[in-house]
């Protein structure tokens, strides 16, 4: 494809989202509702999934109650019946999609001593193997969008900072906030899996990303654990923690024609957390 044929498909502004209809997994949590704003404030139609009714249809209606384009769509990651059943649903009601981004994960804390083989099994089960379902669910739904698009269609996996490297021991102490062994294990996991799918989807015009967030607390971390959230700030090369809404922009330039010829990067938003 030629530069000149990329820029006669082009239709609307590169880092415009309308038209789009974008799957978001685990839109309910801490940063998939910030994610889930930030693709509607791009022009998107998101479609939440989330495993809680009650969380998703409550976001679905903030969202469309400020004018966004949102719908929810409500199964478990974990439940293969129900994911292809949706996404057939999805199919037949939009046609295509566009973005879809693989957000979701649940865990339990742990330590050495303490994780179990069980927790490595869900962690991998949840964080790769059911996100690489949903993506081939998924695949003629994305085919379709990638030849409607100049930027063809675009995956998003949320790995994060810990796929990349270990959490520092003396950062967490007694902080209750201890990363478990199974979680960077299985990002890094996602993180690889999201190289493979580059590789063998680009034929297909369906860009495969990876986005890992770095240091991105509660809120709440700075007032019930102040020792914890200053370590964190002191440990980074910008000396502070993320702020959610720092995600957004990452997240629309991947989803976007103005990624088009990016693929198979894994892209750290850590305030340089793993340049160290």
Known sequence: ?????????SKQPLFSLKNRVALLTGAAGHLGQVMAEGLCQAGAHVILNGR?????????????????????????????????EAVEQMGREFGQIDVLVNNAYHGVAAQ?????????????HLTVSMPFRLIQAALPYLEKAAKKNSGGASVINMGSMYGMVSPDPSIYGDSGQNNPPHY???????????????????????????????PFPQPSVAKTNPPFHQALCDKNPMGR???????????????????????????PVDGGWTSW
Do not use: W
């Not at 809404?245 to 198979?264: H, K, M, N, Q, R």
């Open 112 to 124: 050495v001593e303490s994780d179990t083989v069980e927790n490595f099994n869900s962690a991998y």
């Open 52 to 84: 809680t009714p009650e969380k998703i249809n409550a976001l679905a209606d903030r969202l469309t109650g400020k004018g966004y384009l949102a719908t929810a769509c409500v199964f478990d990651m974990e439940d293969e019946p129900g994911l292809l």
């Open 1 to 9: 494809m030629t530069t000149e044929t990329l820029t006669g498909l």
């Open 241 to 267: 923690i993320g702020i959610s809404e720092e995600l957004i922009g990452p997240l629309v330039f991947l989803a976007s024609d103005a990624a088009s010829y990016v693929t198979g990067i894994n892209l």
């Open 184 to 214: 960077g294990a299985a990002k890094a996991g996602l993180i690889q899996l999201t190289r493979y799918l580059a590789c063998h989807l680009a034929p297909k015009k369906i860009r495969v990303n990876a986005l890992s967030p770095g």
